[in-house]
Protein backbone atom coordinates (compact mmCIF):
# COMPACT_ATOMS: atom_id res chain seq x y z
CA UNK A 1 0.00 0.00 0.00
CA UNK A 2 1.25 3.53 -0.66
CA UNK A 3 2.23 5.94 1.95
CA UNK A 4 0.69 8.78 0.19
CA UNK A 5 -2.16 8.01 -2.10
CA UNK A 6 -3.30 11.29 -4.27
CA UNK A 7 -5.76 10.48 -6.55
CA UNK A 8 -7.37 13.65 -9.19
CA UNK A 9 -6.84 16.39 -6.87
CA UNK A 10 -9.04 19.40 -7.92
CA UNK A 11 -8.55 23.12 -6.30
CA UNK A 12 -9.54 26.69 -7.16
CA UNK A 13 -9.01 29.52 -5.72
CA UNK A 14 -11.99 31.89 -7.38
CA UNK A 15 -11.94 31.45 -11.10
CA UNK A 16 -8.06 30.23 -10.74
CA UNK A 17 -7.58 26.25 -11.46
CA UNK A 18 -4.58 26.04 -9.54
CA UNK A 19 -5.25 21.81 -9.66
CA UNK A 20 -6.55 19.66 -12.25
CA UNK A 21 -6.85 15.81 -11.61
CA UNK A 22 -3.58 16.06 -9.41
CA UNK A 23 -2.57 11.95 -9.25
CA UNK A 24 0.78 10.23 -7.79
CA UNK A 25 1.68 7.93 -4.94
CA UNK A 26 4.85 7.33 -2.48
CA UNK A 27 5.96 4.06 -1.51
CA UNK A 28 7.30 3.46 1.93
CA UNK A 29 11.04 4.33 1.94
CA UNK A 30 11.10 6.98 -0.87
CA UNK A 31 12.24 10.24 -1.37
CA UNK A 32 9.61 11.17 -3.65
CA UNK A 33 10.06 14.71 -5.48
CA UNK A 34 7.67 17.32 -6.64
CA UNK A 35 9.06 20.22 -8.46
CA UNK A 36 7.56 22.85 -10.85
CA UNK A 37 7.61 26.62 -11.48
CA UNK A 38 5.85 29.00 -9.26
CA UNK A 39 2.75 28.96 -9.38
CA UNK A 40 2.23 25.36 -10.87
CA UNK A 41 0.10 24.07 -7.74
CA UNK A 42 3.70 22.31 -5.73
CA UNK A 43 2.86 23.32 -2.24
CA UNK A 44 -1.42 23.38 -2.56
CA UNK A 45 -0.66 19.92 -3.21
CA UNK A 46 1.83 19.75 -0.25
CA UNK A 47 -1.47 21.34 2.10
CA UNK A 48 -3.40 19.27 1.01
CA UNK A 49 -1.74 16.21 1.56
CA UNK A 50 -0.82 17.68 5.17
CA UNK A 51 -4.54 18.52 5.79
CA UNK A 52 -3.62 22.42 5.95
CA UNK A 53 -6.20 23.01 2.60
CA UNK A 54 -8.66 21.25 1.04
CA UNK A 55 -9.17 20.10 -1.88
CA UNK A 56 -12.43 20.75 -4.00
CA UNK A 57 -12.13 17.43 -5.50
CA UNK A 58 -10.30 14.16 -5.67
CA UNK A 59 -9.14 11.78 -2.67
CA UNK A 60 -6.26 11.90 -0.72
CA UNK A 61 -5.10 8.91 1.60
CA UNK A 62 -2.12 9.28 4.05
CA UNK A 63 -1.09 6.31 5.97
CA UNK A 64 -4.39 4.85 5.20
CA UNK A 65 -6.08 7.79 6.65
CA UNK A 66 -8.05 11.09 5.03
CA UNK A 67 -6.39 14.34 5.24
CA UNK A 68 -9.53 15.79 6.34
CA UNK A 69 -11.49 13.63 8.32
CA UNK A 70 -8.49 11.89 10.23
CA UNK A 71 -6.39 15.31 11.07
CA UNK A 72 -5.96 14.66 14.99
CA UNK A 73 -4.51 11.33 13.92
CA UNK A 74 -2.82 12.18 11.21
CA UNK A 75 -0.49 14.79 13.08
CA UNK A 76 0.57 12.53 15.08
CA UNK A 77 2.04 10.29 12.28
CA UNK A 78 3.62 13.49 10.09
CA UNK A 79 6.15 15.48 9.80
CA UNK A 80 5.84 19.03 8.00
CA UNK A 81 8.14 21.50 7.53
CA UNK A 82 6.76 24.29 5.57
CA UNK A 83 8.63 27.21 3.25
CA UNK A 84 6.77 29.83 4.88
CA UNK A 85 6.63 28.72 8.74
CA UNK A 86 8.74 30.81 10.74
CA UNK A 87 9.45 30.30 14.60
CA UNK A 88 9.38 33.92 16.14
CA UNK A 89 12.65 35.59 16.35
CA UNK A 90 13.09 35.81 19.94
CA UNK A 91 12.46 31.75 20.79
CA UNK A 92 15.58 30.08 21.95
CA UNK A 93 15.98 26.97 19.46
CA UNK A 94 16.02 24.73 22.98
CA UNK A 95 12.67 25.82 23.38
CA UNK A 96 10.87 25.43 20.47
CA UNK A 97 12.31 22.14 20.60
CA UNK A 98 10.71 21.09 23.94
CA UNK A 99 7.68 22.90 23.04
CA UNK A 100 7.06 20.97 19.82
CA UNK A 101 7.67 17.32 22.00
CA UNK A 102 4.83 18.48 24.38
CA UNK A 103 2.46 18.08 21.66
CA UNK A 104 2.96 14.53 21.09
CA UNK A 105 2.49 11.42 23.16
CA UNK A 106 5.78 9.54 22.50
CA UNK A 107 8.03 12.20 20.68
CA UNK A 108 11.83 11.93 19.76
CA UNK A 109 14.62 13.12 23.07
CA UNK A 110 15.27 16.47 22.32
CA UNK A 111 18.28 16.62 23.23
CA UNK A 112 19.05 13.79 20.66
CA UNK A 113 17.97 16.21 17.65
CA UNK A 114 20.13 18.91 18.79
CA UNK A 115 22.90 16.85 18.60
CA UNK A 116 22.10 14.70 15.70
CA UNK A 117 21.74 17.56 13.52
CA UNK A 118 24.48 19.64 14.90
CA UNK A 119 22.65 22.11 17.02
CA UNK A 120 24.27 21.80 20.54
CA UNK A 121 25.92 24.64 20.87
CA UNK A 122 22.75 27.15 19.53
CA UNK A 123 20.19 25.77 21.91
CA UNK A 124 19.92 28.91 23.61
CA UNK A 125 20.27 30.50 20.92
CA UNK A 126 17.08 33.29 19.50
CA UNK A 127 15.56 31.71 16.21
CA UNK A 128 15.86 34.84 14.59
CA UNK A 129 19.94 35.15 14.96
CA UNK A 130 20.63 31.93 13.14
CA UNK A 131 21.92 31.83 10.20
CA UNK A 132 19.86 30.39 7.26
CA UNK A 133 21.28 26.77 7.10
CA UNK A 134 21.20 26.45 10.65
CA UNK A 135 17.22 28.05 10.66
CA UNK A 136 17.23 24.84 7.78
CA UNK A 137 18.27 22.52 10.56
CA UNK A 138 15.90 23.41 13.26
CA UNK A 139 13.13 23.13 11.07
CA UNK A 140 14.33 19.32 9.84
CA UNK A 141 14.51 18.86 13.59
CA UNK A 142 10.62 20.16 14.48
CA UNK A 143 9.18 18.24 11.87
CA UNK A 144 10.45 15.16 12.93
CA UNK A 145 10.32 15.66 17.25
CA UNK A 146 6.66 13.85 16.75
CA UNK A 147 8.87 10.69 15.72
CA UNK A 148 6.76 10.87 12.25
CA UNK A 149 6.46 8.37 9.14
CA UNK A 150 6.22 10.51 6.93
CA UNK A 151 7.92 14.32 6.54
CA UNK A 152 6.77 16.81 4.00
CA UNK A 153 9.84 19.22 3.25
CA UNK A 154 8.98 22.32 0.84
CA UNK A 155 11.36 24.03 -0.63
CA UNK A 156 14.39 23.37 2.02
CA UNK A 157 17.06 24.98 0.89
CA UNK A 158 15.88 27.86 -1.15
CA UNK A 159 18.50 31.11 -0.68
CA UNK A 160 21.43 28.88 0.92
CA UNK A 161 24.60 29.21 0.22
CA UNK A 162 26.07 25.82 -1.63
CA UNK A 163 28.07 24.51 1.44
CA UNK A 164 24.34 24.99 3.54
CA UNK A 165 22.55 22.76 0.39
CA UNK A 166 25.02 20.72 0.74
CA UNK A 167 24.44 20.16 4.32
CA UNK A 168 21.04 19.73 4.27
CA UNK A 169 21.44 17.15 1.72
CA UNK A 170 22.73 15.60 4.06
CA UNK A 171 20.61 15.45 6.62
CA UNK A 172 17.66 14.48 4.41
CA UNK A 173 19.23 11.52 3.57
CA UNK A 174 19.89 10.81 7.25
CA UNK A 175 16.12 11.06 7.54
CA UNK A 176 15.45 8.79 4.99
CA UNK A 177 17.82 6.66 6.87
CA UNK A 178 15.76 6.42 9.90
CA UNK A 179 13.09 4.83 7.87
CA UNK A 180 10.61 8.29 7.80
CA UNK A 181 9.31 8.64 3.78
CA UNK A 182 10.16 12.16 2.46
CA UNK A 183 7.66 14.18 0.31
CA UNK A 184 10.32 16.73 -0.87
CA UNK A 185 9.18 19.94 -2.99
CA UNK A 186 11.97 21.67 -4.39
CA UNK A 187 12.83 23.58 -7.63
CA UNK A 188 16.35 22.87 -8.17
CA UNK A 189 17.00 20.08 -10.06
CA UNK A 190 20.50 18.93 -9.03
CA UNK A 191 18.76 18.58 -5.23
CA UNK A 192 16.12 16.54 -7.19
CA UNK A 193 18.77 14.16 -9.00
CA UNK A 194 20.79 13.99 -5.86
CA UNK A 195 17.87 13.13 -3.35
CA UNK A 196 14.69 11.60 -5.22
CA UNK A 197 13.88 8.28 -5.86
CA UNK A 198 10.63 9.59 -8.02
CA UNK A 199 9.87 13.16 -9.11
CA UNK A 200 6.29 14.28 -10.08
CA UNK A 201 6.82 17.59 -12.34
CA UNK A 202 3.51 19.99 -12.20
CA UNK A 203 3.20 22.38 -14.74
CA UNK A 204 -0.14 24.19 -14.80
CA UNK A 205 -1.51 22.64 -11.89
CA UNK A 206 -1.21 19.01 -13.92
CA UNK A 207 1.35 16.09 -13.05
CA UNK A 208 3.63 16.49 -16.98
CA UNK A 209 5.92 14.12 -15.93
CA UNK A 210 5.79 10.87 -13.13
CA UNK A 211 9.45 9.06 -13.12
CA UNK A 212 13.12 8.76 -11.90
CA UNK A 213 15.35 11.04 -12.63
CA UNK A 214 17.38 9.15 -14.83
CA UNK A 215 14.02 7.84 -16.61
CA UNK A 216 12.95 12.15 -17.05
CA UNK A 217 16.38 13.17 -18.31
CA UNK A 218 16.18 10.49 -20.79
CA UNK A 219 13.20 11.66 -22.86
CA UNK A 220 15.05 14.94 -23.23
CA UNK A 221 17.38 12.87 -25.70
CA UNK A 222 20.63 11.04 -25.20
CA UNK A 223 22.43 14.30 -24.20
CA UNK A 224 19.91 16.01 -21.90
CA UNK A 225 20.51 16.68 -18.93
CA UNK A 226 17.57 16.52 -15.79
CA UNK A 227 17.07 20.19 -15.99
CA UNK A 228 17.21 20.64 -20.11
CA UNK A 229 14.03 17.53 -19.87
CA UNK A 230 12.19 19.87 -16.88
CA UNK A 231 12.64 22.79 -18.81
CA UNK A 232 10.75 21.11 -22.14
CA UNK A 233 8.22 20.02 -19.81
CA UNK A 234 7.40 23.15 -17.95
CA UNK A 235 7.68 25.35 -21.41
CA UNK A 236 5.47 22.98 -24.23
CA UNK A 237 3.83 20.48 -21.20
CA UNK A 238 5.45 17.89 -23.17
CA UNK A 239 8.74 15.97 -23.99
Not at 17 to 36: D, Q
Not at 168 to 197: F, K, N, P, Q, S
Request: charged share 30%.
Amino acid sequence: MPVIDVSKLRKSYGERRVLEEVTFSVEPGEIFGIVGPNGAGKTTTVESIAGIRFPDDGTIRVLGLDPRRDRAALRLRLGVQLQSGELPDRMRVGEALSLYASFYPDPADPEQLLAEFGLDGHRRTFFGKLSGGLKQRVSIALALIGNPEVAILDELTTGLDPHARRETWRMVERIRDRGVTVLLVTHYMDEAERLCDRIAVINDGRVAALDTPAGIRARGGPDASLEDAYVTLTTNGSL
